[in-house]
């Protein structure tokens, strides 16, 4: 259920509870494929269904890149490389998301649905995706502080101005626009592999290429992850200059050049 919602595939029941008819030889799905029994008392296998802890989707940035895993659609399923983020049709987003497990501290892909994985092969340490394993040491990853951050979106710093009009549409129960009165900033840092065999290597990005050596906290070997939510995008229509643009509340789609207009009115 996780996957499903993860890759965005619809699903869906027949009915919503087990029908009072049939026999040994007719009538199964019918008489077992619903949430609800007879009596309309949910059944037990659905009440018990544990989807466990949010898997945050993420990106691994690394000085204007990100890392990225070659999807089914592809001619190298499951490479991994380091490339400037997706942008508009020409870009597949999919290759670039994580779905990170705080808690197993792994990394998984969303176009391969394997985890980002280290194994040694003649002495040097070698990167890879997987089929995901909770208890394998060669998935579980570090993140390691050097105490700075980089700002992913800035906060507003407009003072308002009196003689603008700021009424609100009275239908709108939000009051309208808030502005962002603090950074939001995320910490940069290494990412450490964890098993034995791996131990004191880092991500290093090398050009384009990804790979797995010893950690030496140079520029090289800083990323950082920002999960989506906490980055700005703007969305426009295809080909043109129309901007989706929020004005105290009311949502609109406007071309006004970036002199004419309130640039965070384009920031979602």
């Known amino acids: ?33 619903g949430l609800f ?13 544990t989807l466990g802890k949010y898997h945050k989707p993420v990106r691994v940035y690394h000085q204007g890149k990100v890392l990225k895993a070659a999807g089914h659609n592809s001619t190298s399923f499951g490479r991994l490389y380091l490339e400037a983020p997706a942008h508009s049709l020409s ?18 892909s969303r176009s391969t649905n394997l985890c980002l994985d280290t194994y040694t092969e003649n ?9 995901c394993d909770g208890t394998n ?5 570090r993140f390691r502080g050097d105490g700075t951050f980089q700002v992913v979106s800035k906060a507003n710093g407009l003072v308002p101005d009196d003689s603008l009009s700021t009424e609100v549409d009275p239908k709108l129960s939000n009051g309208g626009a808030k502005r ?23 991500l290093r990005g090398v050009g384009n290429e990804i790979a797995m050596l010893e950690c030496q906290n140079d520029a090289d070997n800083k990323f950082t992850i920002r999960a989506l939510d906490t980055e700005e995008i703007h969305i426009t229509a295809l080909d043109t200059n129309w ?5 105290y509340g009311r949502v609109t789609v406007n071309s006004q050049s970036a002199e004419s207009a309130d640039l965070d009115a384009h920031v979602w």
Not at 2 to 30: K, M, P
Not at 91 to 107: A, C, K, N, Q, R
Not at 180 to 202: F, L, N, Y
Not at 243 to 247: A, G, R, S, V, Y
Request: proline share 2%.
């Open 37 to 49: 029994d007879e009596k309309r008392v949910i059944n037990p296998y659905v009440t018990n269904v």
């Open 91 to 108: 870009g597949v987003l999919d290759h670039e998301i994580w779905f990170y497990d705080e808690d197993l501290l792994t990394f998984r």
């Open 180 to 202: 962002a009165t603090e950074d939001v900033r995320v910490p940069v840092g290494i990412i450490k592999g964890s098993s034995a065999a791996a131990h004191g290597r880092c």
């Open 1 to 33: 259920m996780r996957y499903t919602e993860q890759q965005n595939i619809a699903y869906y029941y027949f009915t919503s509870f087990n029908l009072a008819w049939g026999e040994e030889s007719f009538g199964v799905v019918e008489r077992n494929f």
């Open 123 to 131: 002495g040097q340490s070698k990167l890879h995706v997987f089929w």
């Open 137 to 141: 040491y060669n998935q579980k990853w």
């Open 243 to 247: 901007k989706l643009t929020e004005d």
